[in-house]
């Protein structure tokens, strides 16, 4: 079974410009979750797409949007961009019980996108 | 609120045991999780315990008191290929995919 993957893998930006990232899950996995790791900050919850729903959103602001395709590939897009922005950019999924849940079951990360803005 | 808390970095001997703290505080409580990330690398997984205990994997062991509000992870016969740093991760209840992350402990393995 492939592994999740992520595009690009590495991207520089300059402020004020707006990006957009790609993860595809694994085959059958509907749960996508995006984080944004930091030196500083370390991992941090971005938001959760299930079945192209928005189901938890993290404590980032607006700029930061994500969605989910049928197909259950996520986006997520980053508006007007700051220096503070720059990080790494993990996407994780998860295959869901019959609850719809996922909290129990394991997230495999993708390589991550290493985004610089200058 | 939620919490978690691990120590920054540790430093131990190839062929040593060494052993990873993490406290948690969160409200609801659906397991915990360990991850292991290599520098620039994704995190990968390492364990998941949900009860009281200890679950061995091999050299990997983790350990959950959910009455204290802590778990470790135990590293045996350590080598060098374990430097890397180790994740300690709660998904939050009732709230899907939702992981809180602590900063991570960055252990060095020395020869």
């Known amino acids: 079974k492939a592994g999740v993957t992520q595009t690009p893998r590495y991207l520089i930006k300059t402020r004020g410009q707006q990006v957009t990232l790609s993860c595809s899950p694994i085959s059958g996995h509907r749960s996508v979750s995006w984080y944004q790791q930091t030196p500083g900050q370390g991992l941090q919850f971005l938001f959760e797409y299930f079945s192209e729903t928005q189901r938890n959103k993290g404590n980032f602001p607006g700029r930061f949007s994500g969605r989910q395709f049928s197909n259950s590939r996520s986006e997520m897009n980053v508006s007007t961009l700051e220096l503070g922005d720059s990080a790494l950019y993990l996407c994780?999924?998860?295959?869901?019980?019959?609850?719809?849940?996922?909290?129990?079951?394991?997230?495999?990360f993708g390589p991550g996108t290493r985004l610089t803005v200058l | 609120g939620q919490n978690i808390d691990q120590p920054t970095e540790m430093t131990a001997t190839e062929g040593a045991i060494v052993q990873i703290n993490c406290t948690y505080q969160t409200s609801g409580f659906n397991g915990l999780f360990w991850y292991q990330q290599h520098a620039g690398e994704a995190p990968t997984f390492l364990s998941y315990n949900v009860l009281d205990g200890l679950e061995e994997k091999g050299r990997f062991s983790s350990f959950l008191s959910r009455s204290k509000g802590y778990s470790y992870l135990l590293l045996k016969e350590l080598q060098m290929k374990d430097s890397a740093s180790y994740l300690c991760?709660?998904?939050?209840?009732?709230?899907?995919?939702?992981?809180?992350f602590g900063q991570g402990t960055e252990l060095s393995v020395k020869p």
């Open positions: 994780a999924s998860s295959s869901p019980g019959t609850s719809g849940a996922s909290s129990y079951n394991e997230q495999f």
């Open positions: 991760a709660v998904p939050l209840y009732n709230q899907g995919g939702k992981l809180i």
